[in-house]
């Protein structure tokens, strides 16, 4: 079973005279371990499409399963559940400021219960090592760079073994190397764990690290193809 199976994904905005759809009949399937890139210009619908399948939005038409839940008419319960299992990471690392890194990492490992705070800062410490960070481990946000700051949000998302790492504009604030550092540990650690990514991105300069580019247009999906080695 493919982690993510979407069929005749269609949704709106508003209502009455002000509805607005913004997907139109998206299919979209994720194969185990697969890395794809959604591209597409500014309000495509690439956000929205993130959202859904990553449960922070009810569905309005279509079908999608994601890890075994089917997400057509589920309860906030199930939603909440699904969330717990994705690791998502965002333009802007939303990383607690008054926490320091390895507090921002250990914190992601709480709802999960099973582990002791002891173990879940040794987890947090080694994911942060993973992510070449092992010397800031105690720094708060305001004292690392941008491109630190994501990698410690990499770290975050990756930390709980997720079954789906789910990434919107990662490398939107940053430069070009380390945008390209960050989305190649991404992959590298996804990689090792076989942990599917979706990362959303007009940043051409990534594009090398997808097995797929999928593009969007106007709510659609216009293109989507196995990436080229060369590319
Ligand atoms: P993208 O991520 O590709 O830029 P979005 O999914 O953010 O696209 O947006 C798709 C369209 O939906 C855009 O026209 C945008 O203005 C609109 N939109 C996004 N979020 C909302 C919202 N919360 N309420 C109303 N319209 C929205
Ligand atoms: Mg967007």
């Given at each position: ?94 990383l607690l400021g008054f926490l320091t890194a390895r507090q921002n990492v250990a914190l992601a490992l709480e ?6 705070e002891?173990?879940r800062m040794e987890r947090a410490a080694?994911m942060l090592?993973?992510?070449?960070l092992?010397?800031h481990l105690d720094k708060v946000p ?10 410690v949000?990499?770290a975050r998302?990756?930390v ?72």
């Open positions: 079973m493919n982690p993510v199976e979407l069929r005749g994904i269609t949704f709106a905005y508003g209502e009455g005279e002000l509805r607005r759809e913004v997907l139109r009949q998206v299919d979209l399937s994720i194969g185990a371990g697969e890395i794809v890139i959604l591209t597409g210009p500014s309000g495509s619908g690439k956000t929205t499409l993130l959202t859904l399948i990553g449960a922070l939005r009810a569905m309005q038409d279509g079908s999608a399963r994601v890890l075994g839940q089917e997400l057509r008419g589920a309860e906030e319960a199930a939603r909440v559940r699904l969330r717990r299992r994705i690791g998502f990471i965002f333009q802007n690392h939303n709802l999960d219960g099973s582990l002791d002891r173990a080694a090592g993973a992510v070449g092992a010397d305001a004292k690392l760079s941008g491109g630190q700051r994501q990698r949000a990499v998302a990756l709980g073994r997720p079954g789906l790492v789910l990434a919107d504009e990662p490398t939107a604030a940053l430069d070009k190397r380390s945008g390209q550092e960050v989305v190649h540990l991404m992959r590298d650690l996804a990689r090792k764990e076989g942990t599917p990514i979706l990362l959303v991105t007009h940043d051409p300069r990534i594009l090398d690290i997808a097995d797929r580019v999928v593009a969007m247009e106007d709510g659609r999906i216009v293109q989507d193809a196995t990436a080229s080695p060369a590319a």
